[in-house]
């Protein structure tokens, strides 16, 4: 599996172009390592990545604790689903959270959190069922105000963001419309949206961050 320098390159120069012309953040690439080989990490760090994802605790873990001993700039996404017996295992390699979901998970993230802040703050995206799919993670948006309080008010926890995942069958712009809206609403301004298959609309819709593994890849 060979990363593929060429596709980076293009992803970002559209995305940069993009930023440019409307004045905005210039959007952060994440690049998912999830059932990619250790060679395909370092091919990828040589290029000069330093943001990565993964969705799978133990999966990280094999492949990026002696990694980020070498690179200590690696910053390391959580994109899976989280539980709440490997928050604090969790914490000991990821950087940034995209799928804060639930007063429960927050709260044992609350409370395990001060001993892996004292280095670099922990960061986290709200994830937002933005297609009300039973079977999919993240909170409703009816109930994402009162929870964004809690997380932020009544813990302790760094919110910079909310994350979506647009259902398979729809069209995915009006769900990162919707997500652009809603954390405008409660003042939040990195939008997690936009994988391999949508990211150009997701980068059109305000996208800050783009989570992107297949395009990158030489299977």
């Given at each position: 599996m060979t990363f593929i320098k060429e596709n980076y390159k293009k992803i970002a120069d559209y995305s940069q172009n993009l930023s440019i012309k409307n004045q905005e953040i210039k959007p952060s690439i994440i690049?998912?390592?999830?059932?990619?080989?250790?060679?395909?990490?370092?091919?990828?760090?040589?290029?000069?990545?330093?943001?990565?994802?993964?969705?799978?605790?133990?999966?990280a873990i094999s492949k990026f604790?002696?990694?980020?001993?070498?690179?200590?700039?690696?910053?390391?996404?959580?994109?899976g689903p989280m539980q709440t017996n490997k928050v604090k295992k969790s914490l000991e390699i990821f950087d940034v959270f995209h799928t804060l979901d639930r007063e429960k998970l927050a709260l044992e993230f609350n409370k395990n959190i001060g001993d892996f802040s004292i280095n670099k703050k922990k960061s986290f995206f709200i994830q937002v069922n933005t297609g009300n799919e039973p079977q999919k993670s993240g909170i409703a948006t009816d109930?994402?105000?009162?929870?964004?309080?809690?997380?932020?008010?009544?813990?302790?926890?760094?919110?910079?963001g909310l994350m979506c995942i647009p259902p398979i069958d729809e069209d995915p712009q009006e769900h990162f419309i919707l997500l652009k809206n809603l954390a405008k609403n409660i003042n939040?301004?990195?939008?997690?949206?936009?994988?391999?298959?949508?990211?150009?609309?997701?980068?059109?819709?305000?996208?800050?961050?783009?989570?992107?593994?297949?395009?990158?890849?030489?299977?």
């Open positions: 690049v998912v390592t999830k059932n990619r080989p250790i060679s395909s990490v370092t091919q990828a760090i040589k290029f000069g990545i330093r943001h990565f994802a993964e969705n799978r605790l133990q999966e604790v002696e990694i980020k001993k070498k690179h200590n700039d690696i910053e390391l996404h959580m994109t109930q994402l105000f009162d929870f964004f309080n809690y997380c932020n008010k009544d813990l302790s926890i760094n919110i910079i939040l301004k990195f939008l997690s949206m936009g994988m391999s298959a949508d990211y150009k609309t997701a980068l059109t819709c305000g996208a800050t961050h783009i989570r992107i593994g297949s395009l990158l890849f030489d299977d």
